[in-house]
C-alpha cells in the first residue's frame, strides 16, 4: 500500500482560477479555447495543500469506480504503487484505490511491486472501466499505438483475459465515459467511448451494449444529429461525425465523467506539453461543450507536460461543489498525483 506526500507540496496556497480566464489576460504561447465560458461556474480553486504524490516512475492512472466500492486505475511503465521507474516494472498494470483522501491507500494488484495477482501483465496504456461488476481495459499497443485490444476481468483484476488487437481506425486512442459506482445512473444501457482522431484534432463517440463491451463489432459511430436534435449512430465507421474540436491541440490521454449534482459531463483533455489543459462540460456526451477552466503554458503549477486529469463520482461532495482530481505527467510528474478541487457555482 502506499500513501506519500512530496517534499514541494505547496502548503497553504490556494490558487483561484477564475473565468473566463481567457478574457482576463492575453495568451502565451497556444491558441484560445475551443469553447466559450461555461454558465455553470464563476471560478475553480485549487487546494494545494492537499497536493500528494505517489508511484515515482509510473504514469496514466485514469480511474473507474467499481461495484465493491472502491477506485480501479490503470499505469504504465513503472512499479506503481511502492514501486518506482525500476523495482517492479512493468509495461501496464492495474491498482485499487481504497478510501478518500486524505484516508486512502494504492494496492497493486495486477503487475507492479508485490501485486495481489500472479498472473503475468501484458503491454500498453490502458483505460478501465467497471460495469455490472466486471472489470474492462481498453489497451493501446505499446510503442506503435496504431491499434488496441479490450481486456475483462470478473474477479476485480485478479484474472484477465483478452482480444485480439483487432481495434484499428478510430479506436486506437479510446478512453471510456465513466458514471457512478458501478456504472451507476448511466444515461441508458450503453457504454459510450470517446475516441481521438489526431491528425484532424478532434474526438468521436462510439456506444455499445454494456453487456458486448468485448465485441469490436456491436460499437456504434456517432453519425450527427438528425431530426429534433437526435443522435444518429451508424455501425460504418466512415460515417462518424466530431463531438469535440481539438483545434487548440490534440491529446490522447483524456478523460470524461459525469458529474451527478451538476448533470454536466466533464471532458479534460491537454493540448500542448507545456503545461496547457482544460476541463469542459457539456449537457449530453455529445455537446454542446462549454469552458470551465483553460490553462495557458505554465499557467498551472508549471510548464512541465501534465495529462489524464480524471475526476470520479466517489470523490465529490454531496452538494457537487468539491472534487479531487488524479493526475500524471512528464519527466518529473511521472508518478501519480491528486489534488483537491472547490467549483464556485453560479447561482
Known amino acids: 500500500m502506499e500513501k506519500k506526500t512530496p517534499t514541494s507540496c505547496k502548503k497553504g496556497l490556494v490558487l483561484s482560477i477564475w473565468l473566463p480566464i481567457f478574457v482576463l489576460r492575453p495568451y502565451v504561447g497556444c491558441a484560445r479555447p475551443p469553447y466559450p465560458p461555461t454558465r455553470v461556474a464563476k471560478r475553480l480553486v485549487w487546494h494545494w495543500d492537499t497536493y500528494e504524490r505517489a508511484a515515482p516512475g509510473s504514469d496514466q492512472w485514469p480511474v473507474t469506480w467499481a461495484d465493491d466500492g472502491h477506485l480501479y486505475t490503470c499505469w504504465g511503465d513503472g512499479g506503481g504503487f511502492n514501486g518506482t521507474n525500476s523495482d517492479g516494472r512493468v509495461k501496464m498494470g492495474v491498482a485499487r484505490i481504497e478510501g478518500t483522501p486524505p484516508n486512502w491507500r494504492g494496492h497493486n494488484i495486477w503487475g507492479g511491486k508485490n501485486p495481489k495477482s500472479s498472473q503475468s501483465t501484458k503491454e500498453g ?30 474477479d476485480h483484476g485478479m484474472t484477465w483475459t483478452w482480444t485480439d488487437y483487432d481495434w484499428e481506425y478510430l479506436f486506437k486512442n479510446s478512453t471510456f465515459l465513466q458514471f457512478g459506482k458501478d456504472y451507476q445512473g448511466a444515461r441508458d444501457n450503453y457504454v459510450y467511448v470517446y475516441f481521438l482522431v489526431e491528425k484532424k484534432k478532434h474526438y468521436g463517440l462510439a456506444r455499445v451494449p454494456k453487456d458486448r463491451v468485448m465485441t469490436r463489432s456491436s460499437y456504434e459511430i456517432f453519425a450527427g444529429l438528425g431530426a429534433e436534435g437526435k443522435p444518429q449512430w451508424s455501425r460504418d465507421a466512415d460515417q462518424y461525425k466530431p463531438v469535440f474540436d481539438a483545434s487548440d491541440g490534440a491529446g490522447w490521454g483524456h478523460q470524461i465523467m459525469y458529474h451527478p449534482v451538476l448533470k454536466r459531463y466533464l471532458f479534460t483533455k491537454f493540448h500542448n506539453k507545456a503545461g496547457g489543459w482544460g476541463i469542459f462540460d457539456a449537457p449530453e456526451p455529445w455537446g454542446p461543450w462549454t469552458t470551465v477552466a483553460y ?11 501534465k495529462f489524464c486529469f480524471s475526476f470520479n463520482q466517489k470523490w465529490i461532495s454531496t452538494d457537487g461543489k468539491t472534487m479531487w482530481m488524479i493526475f500524471s505527467g512528464w519527466p518529473q510528474y511521472d508518478a501519480y498525483h491528486h489534488i483537491k478541487c472547490t467549483l464556485i457555482l453560479k447561482q
Open 295 to 305: 490553462y495557458e503554458s505554465g499557467g498551472w503549477m508549471d510548464d512541465k507536460w
Open 125 to 154: 496504456k490502458a483505460r478501465p472501466l467497471c460495469v455490472d461488476g466486471v472489470l474492462y481495459l481498453y489497451a493501446i499497443k505499446q510503442d506503435t499505438w496504431d491499434k488496441g485490444r479490450m481486456f475483462k476481468s470478473t
